[in-house]
């Protein structure tokens, strides 16, 4: 299978204008400020947000000063997002590099974070499409609900498949949906184009997110870029735990672990917890599912015109479904 580099080889040069460009949107007089914010762009990153704001520009009038209106500041509000998330979480690295609350501490990383999604707001303002302003402010706060609604299930052992499904699609899954449908919007795109690339990538932010959950219970700490088990020491439930919770013979030892889990505060060694879900049909069952929104996602493409970016847009869509970090 190819590699992101080899997909996104075509936009190559675009990428890297987009790259640059995020640089200087997050710069700062204040010395501080622009080492943190700069801290979490060092460490990369897979940039898929942008491109499929250049990819959906190419199905209107593709031009690379507008596309980087809307991929610079949705890919900011990604990273802003990820900030935020390190402070929540606890997390000490990402990307295998350290966090900006585990570098500096928790109100500079929050305070980063702030001034990330500020930038944000004040990049996509030179698009003159008030229906654009909308759909991004929208979806910032559905991210927030979906922030929020993740900590309040935080080691609930009641909740319920459909209560993850909604929050990855708050969390994860809008974003990348309105990053198709804001970079054919910016192009001057059809309607019936922005509202298929809508779908296409909603569905392609739940693969995302399932896989993202799958690999942190059975990826290596060199494949993901953080120990495996992150999840469940913050106390985040996810797709695979939830569905080997309902093999009864299972779900007893699951809950043992959970509570033992939150009882140290995630202070622990979870070794024993991921062994029984990697044993279990979880890991398989999350597979399965995160492919069937993987198979909607390309039927969204059915009746795009049959461009190169359609042909890019299904191969970034298989890699993000089958990828290992």
């Excluded at 209107?60 to 610079?72: H, I, N, P, R, W």
């Excluded at 980063?112 to 909308?134: M, N, Q, W």
């Excluded at 929208?138 to 927030?144: G, H, N, Q, T, Y």
């Excluded at 059809?190 to 509202?195: A, E, Y």
Aim: hydrophobic share 40%; glycine share 6%; net charge neutral.
């Amino acid at each position: 299978m190819k590699n992101l580099m080899d997909i996104y080889a075509r936009k190559r040069k675009d990428v890297a204008a987009i790259e640059k460009e995020l640089e200087e949107s997050v710069y700062s007089d204040h010395p501080l400020l622009r080492e943190t914010s700069t801290h979490l762009l060092k460490a990369g990153g897979k940039r898929i947000r942008p491109v499929f704001v250049l990819l959906a520009g190419e199905f209107g009038t593709y031009k690379l000063q507008t596309m980087k209106l809307v991929a610079v500041p949705l890919e900011l509000i990604h990273m802003a997002s990820l900030v935020h998330d390190d402070v929540i979480d606890d997390a000490n690295t990402r990307r295998g590099q350290l966090t900006v609350r585990s570098k500096w501490d928790n109100r500079i990383a929050m305070f980063t974070g702030d001034y990330i999604f500020a930038k944000a707001l004040s990049v996509i303002t030179d698009i003159p499409k008030p229906a654009v302003h909308k759909i991004m402010s929208k979806a910032i706060v559905e991210m927030s609900i979906g922030e929020m609604e993740q900590i309040r299930f935080f080691f609930n052992t009641d909740q319920t498949v459909r209560d993850y499904l909604l929050r990855i699609r708050r969390k994860t899954a809008l974003l990348i949906a309105i990053s198709c449908q804001l970079g054919a919007m910016a192009a001057d795109s059809p309607d019936w184009i922005s509202n298929k690339l809508y779908t296409f990538g909603y569905n392609i932010g739940m693969t995302f997110q399932i896989r993202d959950d799958i690999l942190d219970l059975i990826g290596t700490e060199k494949q993901i870029g953080k120990p495996p088990g992150s999840d469940v020491k913050q106390g985040n439930i996810t797709l695979p735990v939830l569905l080997a919770m309902k093999d009864p013979n299972l779900r007893p030892h699951i809950l043992t672990e959970l509570d033992r889990i939150h009882k140290l505060d995630g202070q622990t060694d979870v070794s024993l917890f991921l062994d029984i879900i990697r044993g279990s049909a979880g890991i398989d069952e999350a597979d399965r599912l995160s492919q069937r929104y993987l198979d909607k996602a390309i039927a969204a493409l059915d009746k795009l015109p049959n461009i190169q970016a359609k042909k890019d847009l299904i191969e970034v869509a298989h890699f993000i479904g089958n990828r290992s970090y």
